[in-house]
Nanobody
């Protein structure tokens, strides 16, 4: 599975962005997809995930502001980010693993390149 993340950029506090992660290769519908982020000087952390069945999980810091969704017909997962804060600034990466979401980045088998999100006025 090859993953390609896109949609990052510079946005003001309170603004919105939508990230996309397009997959190619093996059947997308059987994979759980996770978004992780890494800020400078910090470890990569779980942001949100969606299972193969469509169930979603969120980090406490993103719950209520971010929404993850998937379109199996397009082999793409999305992360809609609203109410962005400066602390959301990071490189966002998408990962894929079989069926169920994991909060642990080491559980993911495939990764895309990251996309930079910068929240600043």
């Amino acid at each position: 599975v090859q993953l390609q993340a896109s949609g990052g950029g510079l946005v003001q506090p309170g603004g919105s962005l939508r990230l996309s992660c397009a997959a190619s290769g093996r059947s997308f519908s059987g994979y759980a997809m996770g978004w992780f982020r890494q800020a400078p000087g910090k470890e990569r952390e779980f942001v949100a995930g969606v299972s193969w069945a469509g169930g979603t999980s969120y980090a406490d810091s993103t719950k209520g502001r971010f929404t993850i969704s998937r379109d199996n017909a397009k082999s793409t997962v999305y992360l809609q980010m609203n109410g962005l804060k400066s602390e959301d600034t990071a490189v966002y990466s998408c990962g894929a693993r079989t069926r169920w979401v994991s909060y642990n980045e080491d559980a993911y088998d495939y990764w895309g390149q990251g996309t930079q999100v910068t929240v600043s006025s």
